[in-house]
């Protein structure tokens, strides 16, 4: 059961970064699909990200035929939500923001590290299996 069900999140994973994907290529500025959807952006840098997800649903599919690359999928997630955390916390994005919340990131932040511990619990359940 859980094999199944680390294999559909999984698979989770893989439409939700083409979806990111989608929105940052086409500027479609909507939470969750674009992280920090209310500040000011280049569409060239957009495009940039778009293509870094799309490498990410290919990752994320890989894991699912290949299980063995599950810890460096489960790495690059933390990086990401390290990553994210980190401009959250910075000088540049609280300049952006002139004293505006930063609340909407860190929700988004937290759904991507949930994301994250859902996936490591079900891979530290099963971790050659998919």
């Known amino acids: 059961m859980n094999q199944s069900l680390l294999r559909y999140s999984l698979l ?14 086409f500027g479609l500025k909507y939470p969750l699909l674009f992280v ?4 000011p952006f280049h569409a060239y840098q957009d495009k940039i990200i778009a293509f870094t997800l799309v490498t990410y649903a290919c990752f994320f599919y890989s894991a699912i035929r290949a299980p063995q690359i599950m ?9 990401t939500v390290l990553g994210l955390c980190a401009v959250n916390l910075s000088e540049a994005l609280a300049q952006v923001l002139d004293g505006r919340s930063t609340w909407a990131y ?15 619990f079900l891979y530290r359940r099963h971790p050659h299996q998919t």
């Open 106 to 120: 860190w929700a988004q932040t937290g759904v991507f590290a949930g994301y994250l511990l859902w996936l490591a």
């Open 12 to 25: 989770f994973g893989v439409f939700l970064f083409c979806a990111m994907a989608t929105a940052h290529f």
């Open 36 to 39: 920090y959807f209310d500040t």
């Open 71 to 79: 810890p460096a999928v489960l790495l690059a997630l933390t990086v």
